[in-house]
T-cell receptor
Framework: ETGVTQSPTHLIKTRGQQVTLRCSSQ?????VSWYQQALGQGPQFIFQ???????GRGNFPPRFSGLQFPNYSSELNVNALELDDSALYLC??????????????FGPGTRLTVL | AQTVTQSQPEMSVQEAETVTLSCTYD???????LFWYKQPPSRQMILVIR??????QNATENRFSVNFQKAAKSFSLKISDSQLGDTAMYFC????????????FGKGITLSVRP
């Protein structure tokens, strides 16, 4: 069973640029959630994708957008980068089966630095 | 909206001893889950233990156990026989039961296990 993978591991961008982060979900999972973890803070929910549709969004502006593909992998896109976007971006996959609990399995993260 | 508070930023414990990490939360929900996640220096977040709010019995996973006080909205983690590999950031997290399983995290606590 393959775990959650993310690419790239590290990324350096400058203000105003755009960035795409990628996530491959764990085998058999159909849901991907993205979190932003600023230095010294807990992760904050950005959004979740289920069956290629956005299924909930946290308090993040529209310049944070995402995609989920038929193989359940996902991308997080951030436009017009700001210095405060510097953070560790975590992807988590899970298997949604209805009202039951679905454990989220996290990837190692992508460290984004905005200069 | 839910909030999770971890007021201790750092703790240190001697190897083989017991340590307790504190967490409080606030919610108006009646059906929810609480979690402790571990994030070692390599960054991959791992689920340590979970508690269903409807269960009165405290969850236990090997050396890890929780003290869940629903009325007080308190959820502490006890680590017995601490090991060097327990050194990590620990996050308390909340999830409302049902679809769109978004996690709300606390700020985390850095636990150091001394040899």
């Amino acid at each position: 069973e393959t775990g959650v993978t993310q690419s790239p591991t590290h990324l350096i961008k400058t203000r105003g640029q755009q960035v795409t982060l990628r996530c491959s979900s764990q085998s058999g999972h159909n849901t991907v959630s993205w979190y932003q973890q600023a230095l010294g803070q807990g992760p904050q929910f950005i959004f979740q994708y289920y069956r290629e549709e956005e299924n909930g969004r946290g308090n993040f502006p529209p310049r944070f957008s995402g995609l989920q593909f038929p193989n359940y992998s996902s991308e997080l896109n951030v436009n017009a980068l700001e210095l405060d976007d510097s953070a560790l971006y975590l992807c988590a996959s899970s298997l949604f089966r209805g009202p039951e609990f679905d454990e989220q399995f996290f990837g190692p993260g992508t460290r984004l630095t905005v200069l | 909206a839910q909030t999770v508070t971890q007021s201790q930023p750092e703790m240190s414990v001697q190897e083989a001893e017991t340590v307790t990490l504190s967490c409080t939360y606030d919610t108006s929900e009646n059906n929810y889950y609480l979690f402790w996640y571990k994030q070692p220096p390599s960054r991959q977040m791992i689920l340590v233990i979970r508690q269903e709010a409807y269960k009165q019995q405290n969850a236990t996973e090997n050396r890890f156990s929780v003290n869940f006080q629903k009325a007080a909205k308190s959820f502490s983690l006890k680590i017995s026989d601490s090991q060097l590999g327990d050194t990590a950031m620990y996050f308390c997290a909340f999830m409302k039961a049902g679809a769109n399983s978004k996690l709300t995290f606390g700020k985390g606590i850095t636990l150091s296990v001394r040899p």
